[in-house]
């Protein structure tokens, strides 16, 4: 199993980012998948889950109505559309994938970083 | 909401048991998960619905459950199992997941 973050980097107060993740060594089809952040010196913190078929999405409050997961079984990846950013979205996001029939993660991406300052 | 409470911090001396509580402000339906996260790495889970161990993990890691409290058990600890340590569980309908606020273990 790999997954395999990009796309962060730095942007401003209120600007967007989409972050990407590119899933292999397992049918990814199969699997739901989650956006887990952590902010610097801070514990882990779920932002957003996707179901296999992309049937049910939930988010944190903290991304509600901002962040938008969404994903993309042909292509074996998984994407967080995020929009108005601010500062405390400040964190590394882990792509995560799901555990069978729990609401757990198995597997967990190496991360990116994304910084939000003027 | 549903909150998770650890305690900080848990020291304890190389061959001892370290247990790390993890509480719930509230009965869920739902299993905990127990991560491992090394400096500057990704966590790693360790225990998965309340007691189950991936494979890999050493058998000393163990979790139990009762009632709205969960914990996480090392036997025989190690240098190497000094890390920080985070439970996750979600609410009672599985739609909003919560993290612990995470336990940093120090081996003496």
């Known amino acids: 199993v790999q997954l395999v973050e990009s796309g962060g980097g730095l942007v401003k107060p209120g600007g967007s980012l989409r972050l990407s993740c590119a899933a292999s060594?397992?049918?990814?089809?199969?699997?739901?998948m989650n956006w887990v952040r952590q902010a610097p010196g801070k514990g882990l913190e779920w932002v957003s889950s996707?179901?296999?078929?992309?049937?049910?999405?939930y988010y944190a409050d903290s991304v509600k109505g901002r962040f938008t997961i969404s994903r993309d079984n042909g292509k074996n990846s998984l994407y967080l559309q995020m929009n108005s950013l601010r500062a405390e979205d400040t964190a590394v996001y882990y792509c995560?994938?799901?555990?069978?029939?729990?609401?757990?993660?198995?597997?967990w991406g190496q991360g990116t970083l994304v910084t939000v300052s003027s | 909401s549903y909150e998770l409470t650890q305690p900080p911090s848990v020291s304890v001396s190389p061959g001892q048991t370290a247990r790390i509580t993890c509480s719930a402000d509230?009965?869920?339906?739902?299993?905990a998960y127990w991560y491992q996260q090394k400096p500057r790495q990704a966590p790693v889970l360790v225990i998965y619905?309340?007691?189950e161990r991936p494979s890999g993990i050493p058998e000393r890691i163990s979790g139990s459950s009762s009632g709205t409290t969960v914990t996480l058990t090392i036997s025989g600890v190690q240098a190497e199992d000094e890390a920080d340590y985070y439970c996750?569980?979600?609410?009672?309908?599985?739609?909003?997941?919560?993290f612990g606020g995470g336990t940093k273990l120090t081996v003496l």
């Open positions: 995560a994938r799901g555990i069978r029939y729990g609401r757990g993660v198995d597997y």
């Open positions: 060594g397992f049918t990814f089809s199969s699997y739901s």
């Open positions: 996707i179901s296999s078929g992309s049937s049910y999405i």
């Open positions: 509230a009965v869920s339906k739902q299993y």
């Open positions: 619905k309340d007691s």
């Open positions: 996750q569980s979600a609410d009672s309908s599985g739609t909003y997941w919560v």
